[in-house]
């Protein structure tokens, strides 16, 4: 028999009141939460909102019990429909978990258990915990597939969560949670990772659900284009504790701690480039004390009139797929399809597109971290796909590339004054002892001490992190260097100070950049021009601004419309996205891709036909 807590509406759902968590630290206790106290209604979204750190996640973890009890300690009232949750025994607790309360996690690969089809992970939720047969949970599992709109329910419920993109396994994961119909929906960060037009997707999903069922919602984010479309009251957070709470168009609009301005602050907004022609820095916010100072504008760092330092002509890189018992070749994945570009001396073009578009394997194509089958890459005269291995080795001092994620791309053994001095040193470019000054200087001009060299990776901040890596990639002077997603994991302000970092480096030493991103909103910022990518090839190109205010291709129009938009009058607007995946770029063995042209939009802006 279900023991799902029944809540009148406009009751509290959740009343949580002076909650405080505290984690074991060298015998000492730390206080990472203080005193938080809010309430979520039915049918409401309260969202919480902080940059890294801010004690977001602890607190959901706080409100489902999900920390190690010898490590942690929590404190205050916790109060599902009346009864309070901290007093529960743990085998108490399992009822609760999934039944009356659900939660959704970040990153739903690893959430999800690989070695089980999707279909029996939802079916276990409902023979646990509403006492259905198989045939019963088989059903009402593919009702729920369809419910969160995943296309063909029926024939996916023997899949494994590796055959679903990111966003379909978000939405096995909302399918998950919604299973024993909870009172309580905790979404943490459940679209951070997720390109725009999923995003949007998720957005519309749960607002959707939330008024077919009344379900409350408490959402945790750090992005506040998110909180203005989806939350009723927002509650901010810094450094463990709640600074400001109210209504999100309180929060917005009337903000009053100096946290609070400084996060919306650094939000970029999609159209704040509207009549400028050159990239235009983020504001300075000190996120403590909330003074902003104003934004400055590049100066035109494109060298007009020159021959292109890089070139890309007719490039395709495809991936075989090798089946049967003798491995034979049965086909292969069309990452790139005969795409042409030409970057000048000072110039950033980004490269932007969902996941699977082809965006990364160029930027790796043209460093040749990955084999192009054909075409053209020519830098400063060479053709780089014919360099023999000395000769790509030079070549690789001119075009250097900036991770996603810097903490995988440095090594943890070794220091960060090792890692950028280490190109230097092997290049033969700069001995031990100029490569240590050098490196001093670089810490410096990323906005680090000189004093931090001898630290590790692991003691460094993402932000901090991601500036070793451009240090390290400024380390060969080179005249173009490939950022692939290099902020799209940061916090929003972190991810500011990052893209002014790469502008003033671009200002100073006529760097060009090849920025491959699925941000609109810091590509508009940051471009000159923007070329857009679709299934392996470029459906549009043309001078950012061209791009911005005039989208030709149906795809362009659409990555516009799923940004999220910082404003709260939009909350409770639905996109209306269509929920298909992103197509695949697989083909059959002896596939000839069909001819394409381009039609000429304005000087310098095609588009695909």
């Known amino acids: 028999m279900s023991n799902t807590v029944k809540t009148p509406p406009h009751e509290a759902v959740l009343s949580v009141d002076d909650l405080t968590t505290s984690f074991l630290v060298d015998g000492e206790w730390k206080t990472v939460v203080r005193k938080l106290s809010f309430d979520v209604k039915a049918g409401e979204t309260v969202a919480i909102v902080g940059e890294s750190g801010s004690g977001k996640s602890v607190t959901s973890l706080s409100l489902m019990r999900l920390l190690d009890p010898r490590s942690s300690r929590i404190d205050g009232k916790v109060l ?20 009356d309360v659900a939660m959704i996690f970040q990153e739903p690969m690893t959430s999800l258990n690989p070695v089980f089809t999707i279909g029996r992970q939802i079916s276990e939720v409902l023979t646990r915990h509403k006492g259905m047969n198989k045939a019963e949970a088989r059903a009402e599992t593919i009702r729920l597939l369809e419910k969160v709109r995943i296309p063909n329910a029926l024939g996916r419920f023997d899949e494994y969560p590796h055959q679903f993109s990111g966003g379909m396994r978000q939405r ?53 284009g998110v909180v203005a479309e989806i939350a009723d009251r927002t509650i901010v957070m810094f450094r463990g504790d709640q600074v400001e709470t109210g209504e999100t168009a309180d929060i917005f609009y009337r903000g009053h701690h100096p946290y609070t301005r400084a996060l919306l602050a650094a939000v970029p907004k999609l159209g704040s480039m509207e009549g400028r022609d050159w990239p235009l820095r983020f504001p300075r916010v000190d996120m403590a004390s909330g003074v902003i100072s104003a934004s400055k504008e590049v100066s035109d760092t494109v060298e007009k009139g020159m021959t292109p330092v890089l070139s890309v002509k007719n490039l395709v890189t495809r991936f075989d797929i090798r089946s049967g018992l003798f491995g034979r070749t049965a086909g292969a994945v069309h990452a790139v399809e005969n795409i042409s570009f030409d970057l000048f001396q000072g110039e950033t073009l980004s490269l932007v597109g969902e996941s699977g578009c082809g965006k990364s394997t160029t930027g790796r194509s043209i460093a040749r971290l990955v084999e192009p089958r054909s075409g ?40 960060v ?95 060009a950049f090849l920025f491959i991103s699925h941000d609109m909103a810091v590509v508009e910022r940051v471009s000159h021009r923007v070329a857009v990518m679709y299934l392996g090839e470029i459906v549009e190109i ?36 269509a929920t298909d995946e992103l197509k695949s770029p697989v083909r059959p063995k002896g596939y000839l891709s069909p001819e394409r042209s381009y039609r000429n939009v304005s000087p310098g802006h095609l588009v695909l036909t």
């Open 376 to 415: 053209q890459v020519t830098l400063d005269g060479y053709d780089v796909l014919k360099l023999d291995p000395v000769a790509l080795r030079t070549m690789r001092r001119s075009v250097q590339m900036i991770f996603q994620d810097p903490f995988s791309s440095l090594n943890p053994r070794m220091t």
């Open 417 to 511: 004054g090792s890692a950028v001095a280490e190109p230097m040193i092997k290049h033969g470019i700069a001995s031990s002892a100029d490569a240590k000054q050098k490196t001093a200087d670089l810490m410096e001009r990323v906005g680090l001490s000189a004093a931090m060299m001898d630290r590790y990776p692991h003691e460094f901040s993402g932000g901090q992190r991601q500036r070793v890596a451009i240090a390290r990639a400024l380390a060969l002077n080179p005249k173009v260097i490939i950022a692939d997603e290099s902020v799209s994991a940061l916090d929003v302000s972190i991810k500011a100070q990052v893209c002014n970092l790469l502008l003033d480096l671009q200002e100073q030493f006529k760097i």
């Open 80 to 99: 599902l429909g009346g009864r309070d949750i901290l007093g529960l025994s743990e085998k108490e607790m399992r009822g609760v978990r999934g039944n």
């Open 542 to 577: 043309g001078p950012r601004a061209s791009i911005f205010s005039n989208p030709q291709h149906p795809y362009t129009k659409r990555l516009m419309a799923a940004v999220p938009v910082p404003d709260p009058a939009r909350r409770g607007l639905l996109r209306n996205a």
């Open 172 to 224: 096995v994961m909302i399918a998950m949670a919604l299973a024993s119909k909870p009172k309580l929906l905790i979404a943490d960060e459940p679209t951070t990772a997720l390109d725009v037009t999923i995003q949007g997707q998720i957005l519309d999903l749960i607002k959707q659900l939330q008024e077919e069922d009344g379900m409350a919602v408490l959402f945790i984010t750090h992005d506040m």
